[in-house]
T-cell receptor, first 111, second 114 residues
Framework: ELKVEQNPLFLSMQEGKNYTIYCNYS?????LYWYRQDPGKSLESLFV?????AVKQEGRLMASLDTKARLSTLHITAAVHDLSATYFC???????????FGTGTRLQVTL | DTGVSQDPRHKITKRGQNVTFRCDPI?????LYWYRQTLGQGPEFLTY????????KSRLLSDRFSAERPKGSFSTLEIQRTEQGDSAMYLC????????????FGPGTRLTVT
């Protein structure tokens, strides 16, 4: 069964703090995606990770992929309130075309 | 705006009625996907098309659901005899093969069945 586990499911953090969201997936894949979703809105693509050891950074967010451990991380540096949203990771196993999503991590950044 | 568009954005219907949603993908994208998302969950795959061919359907897609992409451009998703359990956000995405397989999502259609 294709599964993605994210943790934590909910994260409340103060502005200025750092934290990491973890995404474990169930089968071999070298295609991993991170999306952001604001309440009531659709998904916005954040990062596309396509190889073992891939690391991408945009602003205060950095994503990495370890295909051997089947693990991706999303690191938040010096969080700001605007980062409050739900973050999903999703992967494409093998030659599949359908994304399998995690349950999401709801991030709340407090002042 | 050249992103994925969906219509309508919101639909309220009574149980037992039929509803149809439309998705217009990014113009050069050959793949089109439908997902369903319920509150507090990640999106779940329903079906996808490559050009006009429907290549995969999830077992979540009961006989009451049908999707088409007649000319390989826009797609429609029809739900017949709606049930309260069909209430969800229906998301459409598109992608171009031969690239990163990145899927771009539309704004979604929120369906409420009363």
């Amino acid at each position: 069964e294709l599964k993605v586990e994210q943790n934590p499911l909910f994260l409340s953090m103060q502005e200025g703090k750092n934290y990491t969201i973890y995404c474990n997936y169930s089968t071999t894949s070298d295609r991993l995606y991170w999306y952001r979703q604001d309440p009531g809105k659709s998904l916005e693509s954040l990062f596309v990770l396509l190889s073992n050891g891939a690391v991408k950074q945009e602003g205060r967010l950095m994503a990495s992929l370890d295909t051997k451990a089947r693990l991706s991380t999303l690191h938040i540096t010096a969080a700001v309130h605007d980062l409050s949203a739900t973050y999903f990771c999703a992967f494409l196993p093998g030659t599949a075309s359908k994304l399998t999503f995690g349950t999401g991590t709801r991030l709340q950044v407090t002042l | 705006d050249t992103g994925v568009s969906q219509d309508p954005r919101h639909k309220i219907t009574k149980r037992g009625q039929n509803v149809t949603f439309r998705c217009d993908p990014i113009s050069e994208h050959n793949r089109l996907y439908w997902y369903r998302q319920t509150l507090g969950q990640g999106p779940e795959f329903l079906t996808y098309f490559q050009n006009e061919a429907q290549l995969e359907k999830s077992r979540l897609l009961s006989d009451r659901f049908s999707a088409e992409r007649p000319k390989g451009s826009f797609s429609t998703l029809e739900i017949q005899r709606t049930e309260q359990g069909d209430s969800a956000m229906y998301l459409c995405a598109s992608s171009l093969t031969g690239t990163s397989d990145e899927q771009y999502f539309g704004p979604g259609t929120r369906l409420t069945v009363t």
